[in-house]
């Protein structure tokens, strides 16, 4: 970095006109006798923004705190972080580059809805069980093993499909076993701390699972080949093909964003699978159920849906969607037993930046986790820093959104009460 | 009543001859496996200050951080940095930053990268190569080392109490849990300083060896810090115990069943969150700081979730609610873990239990959790111990007896 | 001589408007009953009161104090003590170790022995001593409400909130409950009983408050807000059904 002092000096100034903006401007309310409950991310996005000068007006006019107001000075802000970056480090690939950006811009947008997809999973489970997975990342782990074993051991030369499908049927039949071994006593009064027991049992599955996988497949990773080949293909035309071409193994999109097939291929099948999920959860009884057991468990047992089946059914879904998110995944990374950590870390920081429970804000965090994370790996002058500090980039988001927004972008109901921030 | 006197002292018996055992153990033992026995034990005591300490954090005061071990290993790369870059020097080195306390010098040796062939281009070394031999340069204290990890480990887990403050369950775990992973990222990336998974090397926790009883033991024999984590782990527990009996266990007990009752009772529940995070996670970081002398290097590896894993598996095994169990737990299980590494072989079948062994573990986690909800070690020492409620119970069945029968 | 003296209180949560400048005064030794349909903002009053919530307005002094900006703890402190709607007993811990919190946290007691001297004795008024070591979650719902009047017996507060007091309680230990709040009463603390039995209510408090969205619409004796208009409205049609 050419100027890091610039650079560190920008984000200094606008830590502390946030921390100032958030104190003030929910002061402000507070005394003006106003809603305080957006005020402090408002207020913290403003100060880190516009300084005092967008604190003063605020301050002076406290006008409602619409949709406008959050989303505009939270989006300054980054633009203001990226303006100061392009200064400080004039030669970086980040500034110099357009064609890398819009690439790392594309695949962050593809992996992050990849992540997206994998975290609704958790916010599936906890918004009817009320407990946090922590064996999420074991669930999507065994799901790329899975495939790999049916595709690449067991039956060699089976299509790719119905192997993905295999890993998600064993998925299945695992999650809805372990909830009736294990979670279905917390709904009967056998367990004394509910939401302790949730976290240390599934925790003691994540530990089991991966041991039992090193154990089984051994310690070294394994690979899977891409599922299919992309057809030779071009627009407008095949000779002259600017917009869009393919390759066997990649996308190239204006001639300058280039797509792996791997990644094209596990982000179009989340998007297909969410649209099948969500057709389920608002078209059918099953789904119906699911979400009457979701807001009101004895209101729904009244109704005379068996919520312990719902609970089943949510627990075996939301791993078996970890399961699909690792089984597509396979085919672009080396698979470890240990592989599903930084995937399970990067969940917990998807639902709560979404908000806890809330299906749209796992698939939009999952998005914004995507893009941090692929601005964090590609802009980091070392990139071997930038690689080690992968998992702490989620976590700066986690942070910042349990100071500023503890009920995450779309989260209400379940931000209280005995689950999460008070 | 003799004889439920003499019950109500079971625990405290059997306790004092484990304790007895524990002391007499490398004295009495002599096999060929020694050092490697001694090594399983101080692993296993290890472990136990760790349990108990999360035990308290956990099971006492229901705060339930999965980011116990990053506090351990900031204890770890508290002192071993210490000791990498400190050393006093009686004569000034004009390369280094340097401070003069009376007559010595403290040098702060710059940072460098890890390539082997940068190794003796630090300040000290060329001041060193310059001086010929002339002068001593020492390094620091390794007890300060120990001392400031401790200090570094507490002040850590004080912020990280503040920042949790507001969160419960679910949110607590997940906070502490990333905590962990960033402490992991940041020693794993700044290579400059930490070496990142090259590791630092640190030196014997008694570098020119210890005479004890007339017997010397050199810096690499295993009873000196067989005896200084024995020695900790009992001060640790001491601690506890004081703790647990004390009104700081009875606020902390009384903020994990219910943080509002609590304050409006009174309990100043803040303060006693951030003091528990505070005393535990600095226990957590002195256990590190002395195993990492004892093993003469750290590296990020010591930080992977497994560790927290077993750390988690081994306070639940015993007894979430009672540290004592807790740490008994963790020495058994440790022991037991250590024991089951040879393989089996089953009809032809060779087993590798290196990783059979934690599947085990983890099943008997969860077969525990669920059935066994205070562990397997506690319920026999509470059984003793509240041998005394149980008359009583009688007389408040017979009570509820009548008040069912005026119904 | 005590005196909480609460003006102008006013609370919103997002678009709700809770309280609407809500005032009352106690002066002394009084016995009040706080009454209002579901939904009329008695439960929010009492958090802040008991400083759970700060309110977005108005002020909240006891006994000269200004109290409505501490927290919880600080509040417990200055003598005002509540009880909760749902029973909140520390579940695991002993029927002593419940009662020993509020003392030590308030240190006036001073040594162990006197603690556990005044333990008993309110165990013995409350008929619990025969349970003294039991984990309150052996207790039945009763007798882990009279528990918590017993942990508010030790903490000794100048005024005392009792949230639904009667609500689930067996005849026998209605007895009790009501043996204590005269015991309180003469001891010289006020105390304020949100409760929806009107019978109850009626019965024991000498003066009553009437909340009914967020504003305070009678404050009198019983008699007299038995008769007033604007109550007979709130309450018209509503039946004295428990809250859930």
Redesign the interface.
Known sequence: MEAPGLFWGVIVWMIFWGAVGALVIRARY??R?????NTVFVGAMTGAALGPVGLAPLWAATPQLGRFLSIAPAILTVLLVAGAFAFADPANICVTNGSFVASQFTNGLMIGIIYGFMALGLTLI?SILGV?S?AHGEFYMIGGMLVYYISAVWFPGISPLIAVLGACAVAFLLGAAFER??LT?MYHGQ???P???G???T???????Q??V??VAG?SPVKVQRFIDFPRFGLPSKEDPWLMETSRGSLTLFETVSIPNPRFMAAVTCILVLVALLFLLHRTWTGRALRAVSQDREAAAIAGINPDRMNMLAFALGGMIAALAGALLVQAFSWLPQVG?IPA?RS??IV?LGG?GSLPGAFLGGILVGLVEAAGTGCVPDP??AA?????Y??IV??LT?LLR?TGLFGRRFAGG????? | MARNEMMNRIPLLAGAAFLGALIAFPFIFDGPNDSYLMHVMITAFFYAILASSWSML?GYA?Q?S?GHMAFMGIGAYTTALFCHYFYLSPEPTGLCAELQIGSTWLVVVDPIGVTSTTLNQDCLRQAMEAWGGAVEVTRMPILLGIVLGTIMGGLFGFLVGL?VL??????L???T???S??V???I????DITR?QAGMELPPLFENGVTLFGVYYGPTAKLPPYFVMLALLLTCLAILTWLARSKFGLFVRALREDQDAAAALGVNTTRYKVLVFTITTAMAASAGAVQAHYVGIVTPNMLF?LQT?LV??MA?IGGLENFVAAAIGAIILQVALEMLRSNIELGGYVI?MT??R??F???L??VT??FF?NGLIAPIINRFARRHVAAETVAARRAAETEDAAR | MIHLNVSNL?Q?F??LHVLKGVSFEVKGPELIGLIGPNGAGKTTLTNVLDGAI?P??GTVYLNGERIDQLQPYEVARAGLGRTFQVTRAFR?MTVLENLAVPALALGRLGSAAAVREKSMDVLEFLTLDHLRNEYAQALSGGQQKLLELGRLLMLDPDVVILDEPFAGVHPRLMEIIYAYIRRVNAEGKAIIIISHQMDAVFTLSQRLLVLNFGEMIADGPPDEVKRDPAVIEAYLGVDEEEEA
């Open positions: 507070l005394h006798d106003l809603d305080t409950s906890f946090v922590f071994m294990f006593p367990i004394d701390r939401v302790e027991y976290i240390l049992v925790f003691g599955l994540a530990f089991t699972l041991y039992f090193q154990a310690a950590n870390m917990f920081v709560v806890l071997q820093k080690s500090y992968i998992p702490a989620g976590m986690l942070t349990l503890p005995v689950h999460g921030a008070k | 956990a229901g339930f999965f920042l507001r969160l419960r369950a679910a949110y775990a997940l906070f849990l990333g905590f992973e960033i992991k990222a940041t794993s990336a700044e290579i990142g979730l894993s988690v598996a639940v590798d990783v059979w934690l599947v573990f983890g099943v986690l969860m959790l669920r909800r | 006013h919103r997002g678009g700060t977005n307005s695991r």
